[in-house]
């Protein structure tokens, strides 16, 4: 259960460190720069953390699409990105996705 802890905090240092990437304004910013740095830093960190039980495949798909999904959410609301209703059947399609390879692969590890 912990190697999904890790993971979570995985994507979440890494939607933070994602999300914050504009506004370092081509790393020309200090603390945005630093808030990146260290974002992606926490998110390999507990990426590696979390294969020691999870296989890779299953790791960096949960990690790559719930960052997608969660950094095109979090652009939607603070930078006004536009999405329209394709893009949230998108988002829902790779959530779902997620969502399968947890719950129905036999390649995941519970």
């Known amino acids: 259960m912990k190697n999904w802890l890790f993971l979570t905090i995985a994507i979440l ?8 990437l504009k506004s370092t304004d081509g790393f020309t910013k200090l603390l945005p720069s630093f808030v990146v740095c260290l974002g992606y830093v926490i998110s390999f960190y507990f990426l590696s953390l979390s294969l ?3 296989p890779v495949a299953i790791a960096y798909a949960v990690w790559a699409g719930l960052g997608v999904a969660c950094v095109t959410v979090i652009a939607w609301i603070v930078y006004g990105q536009k999405m ?19 719950l129905l692969s036999k390649t995941s590890t519970h």
């Open 13 to 20: 240092g890494e939607v933070m460190a994602t999300t914050t």
């Open 52 to 54: 020691k039980a999870i």
């Open 84 to 102: 329209d209703a394709w893009g949230f059947f998108g988002i829902g399609l790779i959530v779902c996705g997620v969502a399968v390879l947890n």
